[in-house]
């Protein structure tokens, strides 16, 4: 009996040393495979009734450290989301560069000054001012391509999103085909080790691309949720789904609903991703990179305004201005009017010498279409006869030429028109003036939606400002988006008041009652839920943007649009509604003619002899070109605009911060990513000696169970020479 126990303990051995030798071949040829976890071969003494009856083996136990797997992956996560952010930092600066790099924006705007204070010196250099409209038109293209460059990458990034939705979705799936394999490998008793590898790796390339949490059940599988607690893997994978936009553009968001969502099982995971790549391609395309559209269309309207404002005031000289077409757009010129405040306005036609070969007042123009009651408000056009700014150009126009003409009308765009026939060896001047005579701007009062009381949404200085009609710098974009400041979330009505809205072709759409303690969501809830206005295609977000958010509402069909306040409570003056500038740095330029012929340039302004009663204009005059000049080195008071916060800054100031933001965020960010892969790497390394195969130690257990294999076979050899000895005995 004692000769067969010692048989059967031999066949044991020879058996489990066989499969010890099996597990160590395995470890040696997967030595370099990514995700193999060394497989340790478990056995233990076999009793039966009490005695040892050889050894089985227990199975192979994988060399895994759970906890941290978990850390490596939560870090894999956030060195994802950097490793996003840092390729799209140093995208952004290869072409933002820095404030003291030659091709930078800040550099272009400091040249566009030297330009202008160049061309101060003498007015009638044309290379000069060919050279300071080029360096003009450099400063717009500059702006352009940062703009687009934005853009772009925002639609990059979209794209992105949908990249790696789509490797989620196929990880997800392996890891749901590998749990069915591993539950049905358990429920067998073989060995799931190697399936166990291959989800472990699929796991940890999911980490990559989002965060979630998992736990393992007692069957073998695991289950996935996000860190919000939405399924995304139990019994059946949930398929994550994100379809790109085709284009994008400044005015165009996340939280205005103008991108897909990332859903799953028919919920919104896009905010509840905070780490991973996806996170990453999310932030850059809703945070970052509006942030940074934003503060360029910041300090490319402030720019614009400004020059604008002192543009509007000169003349060209000895050119003979003769086509003027404003930049506003009037939705409803007929009943929309104008309040001109304290002073008056100098309508001037001039000789190619610069003499006055027409002159009259405004006011005294309205008086008389008034039938000689004294007024200071107008229609921007109306009927012959009615007192209106189109009515009163034309009144003058025709004094001069001594016939009826329409030489000034609002065009099919809804701008004030002037167009006097090169035939007319005359140009066109306007001269705002204060009570005293003195040169000023005049203050314009807009009551945009026709309303009575005496209610104006909106006040400019200067006549021909208001109008936009000798602008050096355009857009060309109708208002169909208006924004707020940007406002805390719980800012609140304090009063009720209407809100009201009009398109080109629909002045009067409809009006909503906003109360106390409205918020910007409430007041975008109120004007999403009003059927007139939805008919009207007019939608309402808010959008979240530096330490706030703002309220923003658009007319979908790109109309020009018109809203404005009901009452005078000034709620929507203390909201900061207004049109948006959203975009303004990628479709800004120089003025169309102005850019093909420099001599249209500004340079000098109306001047009244008063020994002769009259206005001329001088060749010589540099005052135009000087003022604009001294803009360059003014401060102007930047709203809140992306990460930037309000202040007085000059246009290269300003410039400046935004590459220093830039180039600061870009070094942060690198830093992080290299900080944080270093400390995967380093976790990493440290699984990679817990779980990974060392050759010198596989080498050692293959010599043991090498031996082993070999006693066991001379135990066998040697029993059976018992058995022999046994049987012969018998014999």
Not at 185 to 210: H, I, V
Not at 297 to 322: C, F, I, W
Not at 570 to 592: E, I, K, Q
Request: proline share 2%; charged share 20%.
């Amino acid at each position: 009996m004692s000769i067969t126990l010692a048989l059967g303990a031999a066949m044991s051995g020879l058996s489990t040393a066989q499969q010890g030798l099996d597990s160590v071949s395995r470890n040696i040829a997967n030595v370099n495979t990514a995700g193999y976890t060394r497989k340790v071969f478990v056995q233990e003494s076999q009793v039966l009734a009490g005695k040892g009856v050889g050894v089985r083996a227990v199975g192979l136990e994988r060399t895994v450290d759970e906890s941290l797997l978990r850390d490596i992956r939560r870090e894999a996560a956030l060195a994802g989301d950097y490793s996003v952010k840092n390729t799209y930092y140093s995208r952004l600066q290869d072409l933002f560069g820095t404030p003291e790099d030659n091709s930078s924006i800040s550099h272009a705007v400091e040249s566009l000054a030297e330009q202008f204070e160049a061309l101060g010196l003498d007015v009638s250099d044309v290379t000069q001012s060919l050279n300071t409209v080029q360096s003009a038109l450099d400063v717009t293209d500059q702006l352009n391509r940062m703009a687009q460059y934005i853009q772009d990458l925002r639609l990059e990034a979209d794209r992105g999103i949908e990249s790696d939705v789509t490797k989620a979705n196929s990880l997800l799936s392996s890891i749901d085909t590998l749990n069915a394999e591993i539950m049905r490998s358990q429920n067998t008793f073989q060995d799931t080790g190697d399936l166990e590898d291959q989800r472990d790796q699929a796991l940890s390339d999911l980490a990559q691309l989002m965060d979630f949490t998992y736990f393992k059940r007692d069957s073998g599988e695991v289950i996935l949720l996000t860190n919000t607690g939405r399924s995304l893997l139990d019994k059946n994978p949930v398929t994550i789904s994100h379809q790109a936009v085709t284009q994008t553009s400044a005015e165009l968001s996340y939280d205005s609903g103008n991108f897909n969502t990332i859903s799953a099982g028919g919920y919104d995971l896009t905010n509840d991703l905070k780490s991973g790549s996806i996170a990453g391609y999310v932030e850059m395309r809703d945070t970052v990179l509006p942030a940074m559209q934003s503060e360029l269309d910041e300090l490319a309207s402030q720019m614009k305004d400004a020059l604008n404002a002192v543009h509007n005031r000169g003349t060209p000289y000895p050119s003979l201005a003769q086509d003027f077409t404003g930049t506003r757009r009037f939705i409803d010129p007929t009943t929309q009017t104008v309040t001109l405040g304290p002073g008056d306005v100098q309508l001037v036609l001039y000789n190619t010498d610069g003499s006055q070969a027409a002159n009259a007042s405004l006011k005294d123009l309205f008086a008389t279409l008034n039938g000689g009651t004294a007024t200071s408000t107008a229609t921007i056009d109306g009927a012959a006869g009615t007192v209106s700014v189109v009515n009163a150009l034309n009144s003058f126009f025709s004094g001069y030429a001594g016939a009826p003409v329409t030489w000034a009308s609002v065009n099919g765009d809804g701008q004030l028109s002037i167009d006097i026939p090169s035939t007319q060896n005359v140009g066109f001047a306007m001269r705002d003036e204060d009570t005293t005579g003195a040169a000023a701007d005049i203050q314009m009062r807009f009551n945009a939606d026709a309303d009575v009381g005496g209610i104006y949404e909106e006040t400019v200085n200067g006549f021909s400002t208001f109008f936009g009609l000798n602008d050096f710098f355009v857009n060309d974009t109708k208002n169909y988006l208006y924004d707020s400041k940007i406002v805390s979330t719980s800012w609140k009505a304090s009063t009720t008041t209407g809100m009201s809205f009009g398109v080109e072709g629909n002045p009067g759409i409809a009006t909503i009652t906003i109360g106390p303690q409205d918020t910007v969501k409430t007041i975008a809830e109120k004007i999403n839920a009003n059927t007139d206005l939805a008919a009207a295609n007019i939608t309402a977000s808010v959008v979240d943007e530096g330490s706030g958010a703002r309220l923003r509402i658009l007319q979908n069909d790109g109309l020009e649009m018109v809203v404005s306040e009901t009452t005078s409570q000034g709620v929507l003056n203390n909201l900061g509604l207004a049109p948006s500038n959203a975009g303004v740095s990628s479709s800004m330029t120089v003025r169309p003619d102005l850019a093909k012929d420099s001599s249209l340039l500004s340079t000098g302004i109306l001047q009244y002899n008063a020994d002769t009663g009259q206005y001329v204009l001088a060749e010589s005059d540099n005052s135009i070109v000087n003022a604009m000049a001294a803009t360059f080195s003014s401060s102007f008071s930047f709203g809140e605009a992306g990460k930037l916060s309000s202040g007085l800054q000059s246009f290269s100031e300003y410039a400046a911060a935004i590459l220093a933001q830039n180039s600061a965020e870009a070094s942060t960010v690198e830093d992080q990513s290299n900080t944080q892969q270093t400390l995967v790497n380093t976790l990493s390394l440290k699984q990679g000696e817990v779980s990974g195969v060392n050759l010198d130690e596989e080498l050692t257990q293959l010599m043991i169970f090498q031996q082993a294999y070999t006693a066991a076979a001379r135990v066998i050899t040697t029993t059976q020479s018992l058995f022999d000895v046994l049987n012969s005995i018998v014999q």
